[in-house]
């Protein structure tokens, strides 16, 4: 699905620069062609550079990161802070834009802005701020996903649609870091991510939720999987239930095999009457004894798109699944990523976001368990089974027994829609559901290491919490954050409580 919207840019700035006639060649990015591919790492050679004798005389590769190294920048802005970017040039073509450097440990602190060429008008964007603060999301610490070498830092991605220009400049911030007077410098080895979705080999999701659920029972909400290792989570790829190899379909599908058949686009929606039975049938089944699967109230379940509806490139990802014990919280999130996409967008949001995640900042899936668009539409996310508790890297600190929910899009100064809203409500009224969980209660996790909880906290949370009860973050944006009291009231309802 390519159908993108000129007007998705935001373009403030009609004027038409002229632009070098060749393209830069391009190098590849950290895990360029994903973590199966063994690439040599993020200086490799991409093969498929563009020559710099002339105009394009290829067609845009479908599915690629364009990795490029930033540069120092000279001009009339004047002060000391240091400052690094790219002249506006011509590139393949590219919908979404990140900056990533090498050591995830360093932080940028400063302004990323960029602007971007819209493909087909040749209109250029204003400069558009990019969210440095991303940190907060990723892997746990001393986990083997967090160990990886090709782990980076990175700042939170921007949705820009069809584009084949960029101009960037990033800018250290001209204040000392509070208790030291050196002025901050920017982290080594910048790049600018830009990310191409590829074309979805299938018809993905439509553009509106369907709230429509089932009326004769179907089977699904299997018992989550135990955690390899008696219980205890484990951080080692392919370690999970169900190895399968990437770039199967089927074996990735295979976790939700009571919900819906092999390679299905989405999971079907369920009556509240269809969901218990099923829930029901499961728990006699169940052999594992697994905890909350007996539990009284659950909300019905919704209609979730899958990793083949929305397109995901299986190749991309590590084998395996990994799971955690149990899920006692769903941590809300925003993208941060924009609002200029509309939903017939969203898949290509939400591979590009993947392959982000995976390629660029070097994780082993994305980060979200599931994603919300402006629609209502639900998504799952990392790989492994809707109904499991699978481990993601969306709360650093609170991954394990916990699941992440995103909706596309900033929420700092927007409102969510309400579409969105009734979705995440409905979303955490069946996840929880399985797992026992009243959405407006609390209970505890423990800190893996964050800069509001110190390893080892045994921290009192909303069942239902924001990303900033775990990290101090702006996440999930002010006037998202202050729609959770109402999600938890409506999931509460829908659990019939």
């Known amino acids: 699905m390519r159908g993108y919207l000129a007007s998705s840019i935001g373009v403030t700035c009609a004027a038409v620069l002229t632009l070098p006639f060749a393209l830069p060649a391009t190098e590849a990015g950290p895990g360029e062609r994903g973590p199966s591919a063994g690439t040599a790492g993020p200086d490799a050679a991409d093969t498929r550079a563009i020559s710099a004798a002339g105009p394009v005389a290829e067609q845009a590769v479908p599915g690629e990161t364009q990795s490029l190294p930033l540069v120092p920048l000279t001009g009339p802005r004047g002060g000391t802070a240091p400052e690094q970017g790219l002249k506006p040039q011509a590139v393949r073509s590219f919908s979404l834009v990140g900056v990533v450097w090498g050591d995830p440990g360093a932080e ?247 392959r982000y995640h995976v390629v660029s900042s070097g994780w082993r899936d994305i980060g979200y368990n599931f994603l919300v668009d402006k629609c209502g539409n639900i998504y799952e996310g990392r790989a492994g089974g809707v109904a499991k508790p699978v481990m993601g890297a969306h709360t650093l600190g609170f991954n394990s027994n916990s699941t992440g929910i995103a909706v596309l899009g900033s929420y700092g100064s927007v409102d969510p829609p309400a579409a969105a809203v009734d979705a995440l409500a409905e979303l955490a009224a069946w996840k929880l559901g399985l797992y026992g969980l009243d959405p407006r209660g609390k209970t505890y996790l423990e800190s893996a290491g964050g800069n509001l909880y110190p390893k080892g906290t045994n921290v009192r949370l909303n069942v239902i919490s924001g990303h900033r009860d775990g990290f101090a973050t702006e996440c999930p944006g002010r006037l998202l954050y202050g729609k959770l009291g109402l999600v938890r009231s409506i999931a509460a309802r829908l659990q019939g409580r």
């Open 108 to 354: 940028l602190r400063g302004s990323v802005q960029i602007r971007t060429r819209a493909t087909g008008t040749g209109r250029w964007s204003g400069w558009q701020d990019v969210e440095t603060h991303n940190s907060d999301h990723g892997p746990d610490p001393e986990t083997a996903e967090s160990r990886s070498s090709r782990v980076r830092g990175s700042t939170a991605p921007l949705w820009v649609g069809d584009s084949d220009g960029i101009e960037v400049r990033v800018r250290a911030a001209d204040a000392p870091k509070a208790g030291t007077t050196r002025a901050p410098m920017l982290p080594d080895g910048l790049r600018v991510a830009l990310v191409d979705p590829g074309a979805e080999s299938q018809p993905g999701a439509t553009t509106q939720n369907s709230h429509t659920a089932a009326s004769a029972p179907q089977s699904g909400g299997g018992a989550p999987a135990d955690t390899p290792g008696a219980g205890a989570p484990s951080d080692t790829p392919g370690a999970g239930a169900s190895a399968d190899a990437p770039g199967a379909g089927s074996a990735t599908s295979a976790p939700n095999a009571d919900l819906a058949p092999p390679n299905a686009m989405e999971i079907p929606a369920l009556s509240k009457a269809a969901t218990e039975e099923a829930l029901n049938k499961a728990t006699l089944e169940a052999s594992d004894g697994s905890e909350g699967r007996a539990g009284p109230y659950i909300g019905p379940r919704p209609r979730i798109v899958t990793r083949h509806g929305w397109g995901a490139d299986e190749g991309l990802r590590e084998g395996g699944f990994i799971y955690t014990d149990s899920v006692k919280v769903a941590f809300v999130h925003h993208t941060a990523s924009g609002n200029n996409y509309s939903c017939s967008q969203a898949p290509s949001v939400i591979r590009s976001i993947y």
